[in-house]
C-alpha cells in the first residue's frame, strides 16, 4: 500500500492507495494560516508534521490497513513558500508560504538586477514575491537576527520529508517554484543567487521527484504512526503532481484546470512556453523532460471560500454549499467581482491588486455576489486561456479538478465563458494526493511508469459551452478587464499594504 500527502493552503489531504496507485481511502486534517494586513500569510511548520502524523495514522484506523502493509510514502506540497531552518534542521520562523507577498521591495530590486526579459526566459517565471526567493531577502532584510540562524532553506513538503527520514532534499518541480532555478541546467542558478545576495549553501540538493530519498526512522516512525524502514520518495509541488493526478502527462493530454485557494490552468509540454507579455509561467513537470506552463491566480477558491464566510459566518463547514445552492438563475449582468484577494500573478502580476465589486446596485443580495465571484474567477483564467490560445496551444478540452470541481454550477460557468468543453474528473479533491501515489509508485518500483495515471480517473461528467451565454460572456469579459484597468492607477496609489 502507498501513503500520499498533499499539504495544501488549508490542511493535509492524505489518501491511501493500492499498490498501483488506486484509491482506497482519503482524509483531510486542517491547519491554520495567519493572514494579517502588510501582505502576511504564514504558517507553522510543526502543524504541517502534526497533520501528516495524525493523518496517517487515521488512513490505517480507517481502511483497517496493517502498518506493515505501507510499502511507500510520497509527498505533494504547496510552492513557493520559504521554510527557513537552523543548523538542526528546526524552523526559526513560521513558514512565508506562497500567499504571502510582502517582499515586494526585495523582489523588485532583484528584477532591476537582472532584468525581467532575461529573468523570464532563465526561471521560466517573472521576479515576484510570491516567490521563495524574494521571501528569503524579505527575512534578510527585516529579521537580521533570525537570519543569522538560518543554516537551510526549504519547501513545506521537503521539511516534512526532512523530518520522516533526516534528508533535506528538494525536486525539480518544486525548485523551479522558487525563482532561484535555471531551469534548461536543472539547478540552482548562480547568476540569480548573486544578484540575490543569498549563498547558494542555504538550499537543498535536487533530487528527481522519483527519487527514493531516505526511510522512515524509528523516532519518526513512532509518531507517524507507520513502521521505521519504510522508503519515502520525495514526490513533487502539487502543481506539477496535479496534472500527473489529472493525468495530463503529455501534451497530448490537453489541458487541465485547478480550482483549489489558488487556482490554475495548465497543461504539459516538452518545452518552457515563453508569453511574449509574461502573463504565464513555467515549472518543472514530475516527469523528467517535460514541462508545465501554467497561468496561476492568486485567490480562486479562496475567493469562494471568502465570500462564503462573509455571508455565513456561522455556516461550518458546510457555507460554501449552502452559498452555492439557488444562486445559477441570478442575474449578475453589470455586476462584475475582481477576484485579487491575495494581490495577482496571471495574468497581471501586481502584487498591489486588490479584490473589488464593481456595478453594485441596490437590489443585488447574497446570490448575486456569490455568482459575481464564480464569474470573476471564471473571467481572470479568461485571460490566462487567451494566452495559451495566442501561443498556439488550443485550450478546447479541460479536466477540472480541486476542491471546486464538486460545483456543477462553477463548471458550466466556466464552460460558458471559456467556450471549451469542461470535464469533472472522478477524483477531485484528492487530485495532487493521487499524482504524489503514482510517483511514490514509479519511484519504489511498484509500477512501470507514470502511464498508470490516465487509467486512475475517470471523466464523470462533461459540460458544454452554450453559444449564447459564451457570446453574452465574451462581451462582459471585456467589461471585466476594463473594469481592472480602470482601477489599476488606483491600487498603485492607494498603498494597500501601509493599511
Given at each position: 500500500m502507498i501513503i500520499a500527502h498533499d499539504l495544501g493552503t488549508t490542511g493535509n489531504k492524505a489518501s491511501l492507495h493500492t499498490d498501483d496507485g488506486r484509491l482506497v481511502t482519503a482524509v483531510t486534517v486542517r491547519y491554520d494560516t495567519d493572514f494579517?494586513?502588510?501582505?502576511i500569510a504564514e504558517q507553522d511548520p510543526e502543524s504541517w508534521w502534526r497533520a501528516v502524523c495524525r493523518a496517517g495514522r487515521e488512513l490505517l484506523a480507517r481502511s483497517g490497513t496493517p502498518p506493515e502493509r505501507i510499502g511507500a510514502i510520497g509527498f505533494s506540497g504547496q510552492m513557493m513558500g520559504a521554510v527557513l531552518l537552523d543548523s538542526a534542521h528546526r524552523p526559526?520562523?513560521?513558514?512565508?508560504?506562497?500567499?504571502?507577498?510582502?517582499?515586494?521591495?526585495?523582489?523588485?530590486?532583484?528584477?532591476?538586477?537582472?532584468?525581467?526579459?532575461?529573468?523570464?526566459?532563465?526561471?521560466?517565471?517573472?521576479?515576484?514575491?510570491?516567490?521563495?526567493?524574494?521571501k528569503v531577502m524579505w527575512v534578510r532584510d527585516h529579521e537580521p537576527r533570525t537570519f543569522r540562524r538560518v543554516a537551510h532553506m526549504c519547501l513545506a513538503k521537503d521539511y516534512v520529508v526532512q523530518r520522516l527520514t533526516g534528508t533535506l532534499v528538494t525536486d525539480p518541480s518544486d525548485a523551479s517554484s522558487t525563482n532561484a532555478f535555471d531551469q534548461r541546467?536543472?539547478?540552482?542558478?548562480?547568476?540569480?543567487?548573486?544578484?540575490?545576495?543569498i549563498d547558494p549553501g542555504l538550499l537543498p540538493d535536487i533530487a528527481e521527484s522519483?527519487?527514493?530519498?531516505?526511510?522512515?526512522?524509528?523516532?519518526?516512525?513512532?509518531?507517524?504512526?507507520?513502521?521505521?524502514?519504510?522508503?519515502?520518495?520525495?514526490?513533487?509541488?502539487?502543481?506539477?503532481?496535479?496534472?500527473?493526478?489529472?493525468?495530463?502527462?503529455?501534451?497530448?493530454?490537453?489541458?487541465?484546470?485547478?480550482?483549489?485557494?489558488?487556482?490554475?490552468i495548465s497543461m504539459s509540454a516538452r518545452r518552457p512556453l515563453y508569453d511574449p507579455a509574461r502573463r504565464t509561467m513555467t515549472f518543472n513537470h514530475?516527469?523528467?523532460?517535460?514541462?508545465?506552463?501554467?497561468?496561476?491566480?492568486?485567490?480562486?477558491?479562496?475567493?469562494?471560500?471568502?465570500?462564503?464566510?462573509?455571508?455565513?459566518?456561522?455556516?461550518?463547514?458546510?457555507?460554501i454549499a449552502r452559498t452555492l445552492a439557488d444562486i445559477e438563475d441570478a442575474d449578475t449582468t453589470g455586476l462584475y467581482f475582481l477576484p485579487h484577494l491575495l494581490g495577482e500573478r496571471s495574468p497581471y502580476w501586481n502584487a498591489d491588486a486588490r479584490g473589488a465589486?464593481?456595478?453594485?446596485?441596490?437590489?443585488?443580495?447574497?446570490?448575486?455576489?456569490?455568482?459575481?465571484?464564480?464569474?470573476?474567477?471564471a473571467f481572470n483564467l479568461a485571460t490566462c486561456v487567451g494566452a495559451f490560445r495566442e501561443a498556439g496551444h488550443p485550450v478546447d478540452r479541460v479536466d477540472a479538478i480541486g476542491g471546486g470541481a464538486a460545483s456543477d454550477l462553477w463548471l458550466r460557468v466556466l464552460a460558458d465563458v471559456w467556450?471549451?468543453?469542461?470535464?469533472?474528473?472522478?477524483?477531485?479533491?484528492?487530485?495532487?494526493?493521487?499524482?504524489?501515489?503514482?510517483?511514490?509508485?514509479?519511484?519504489s518500483g511498484l509500477v512501470d511508469g507514470f502511464e498508470v495515471a490516465r487509467e486512475l480517473s475517470e471523466v464523470q461528467a462533461e459540460f458544454t459551452p452554450a453559444?449564447?451565454?459564451?457570446?453574452?460572456?465574451?462581451?462582459?469579459?471585456?467589461?471585466?478587464?476594463d473594469a481592472y484597468r480602470s482601477l489599476e492607477p488606483w491600487f498603485a496609489n492607494s498603498h494597500p499594504l501601509d493599511n
Open positions: 494579517r494586513a502588510g501582505g526559526v520562523r513560521p513558514a512565508m508560504i506562497w500567499a504571502d507577498h510582502r517582499s515586494a521591495e526585495q523582489a523588485g530590486t532583484l528584477a532591476a538586477e537582472l532584468g525581467e526579459e532575461r529573468a523570464y526566459r532563465l526561471l521560466g517565471h517573472r521576479i515576484h514575491p510570491t516567490y521563495s526567493l524574494a541546467a536543472g539547478t540552482w542558478s548562480r547568476a540569480v543567487l548573486d544578484a540575490a545576495a522519483t527519487s527514493v530519498v531516505g526511510r522512515v526512522r524509528a523516532r519518526a516512525a513512532e509518531e507517524a504512526g507507520v513502521p521505521a524502514g519504510v522508503p519515502v520518495v520525495i514526490g513533487g509541488g502539487d502543481g506539477p503532481l496535479a496534472a500527473l493526478g489529472a493525468g495530463v502527462l503529455t501534451p497530448e493530454d490537453g489541458a487541465y484546470t485547478y480550482l483549489g485557494s489558488s487556482s490554475w514530475v516527469l523528467p523532460g517535460h514541462y508545465v506552463p501554467t497561468a496561476t491566480m492568486q485567490a480562486g477558491g479562496a475567493s469562494l471560500e471568502w465570500i462564503a464566510q462573509v455571508l455565513r459566518p456561522e455556516g461550518g463547514p458546510e457555507r465589486f464593481v456595478g453594485l446596485s441596490r437590489h443585488h443580495g447574497p446570490a448575486h455576489l456569490a455568482k459575481a465571484v464564480l464569474e470573476g474567477v467556450g471549451a468543453r469542461i470535464r469533472r474528473r472522478s477524483i477531485v479533491e484528492e487530485a495532487n494526493s493521487l499524482g504524489a501515489a503514482v510517483t511514490a509508485a514509479v519511484g453559444a449564447d451565454r459564451h457570446r453574452d460572456y465574451a462581451a462582459r469579459h471585456r467589461e471585466f478587464l
